[in-house]
């Protein structure tokens, strides 16, 4: 499946997409819930990859990884899916 976010840092305010979870090809990315690091996975060939990080944190699909700019993790609350085109601040 996999799912495209538009991510907005709340500490930078820098804007970008990201793709997240599996393709229907079995191969993505998936992020530490503890560090952030990113793990590319490939499903293709059945569930058999360690889900551990390095840190001892967890890949999950559900952690968003860390901000390109300024590196700090991301958490659902940057996710600016349809947010109106408005001039804030
Ligand atoms: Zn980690
Ligand atoms: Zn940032």
Redesign the pocket.
């Given at each position: 499946m996999g799912v495209t976010y538009r991510i907005r840092c709340r500490k930078c305010g820098h804007t970008f997409s990201r793709n997240y979870g599996v393709g229907y090809n079995g191969q993505g990315t998936m992020y530490?819930v503890?560090?952030g690091?990113a793990q590319a996975v490939d499903f293709s060939g059945g569930w058999g990859w360690d889900p551990t990080?390095?840190?001892g944190?967890t890949f999950d699909a559900d952690a968003l990884g860390r901000c390109p700019q300024c590196n700090s993790m991301l958490t659902k609350e940057d996710i600016a899916d349809d947010e109106p085109d408005t001039h804030g601040g």
């Open positions: 530490c503890r560090c690091r990080c390095e840190c944190g």
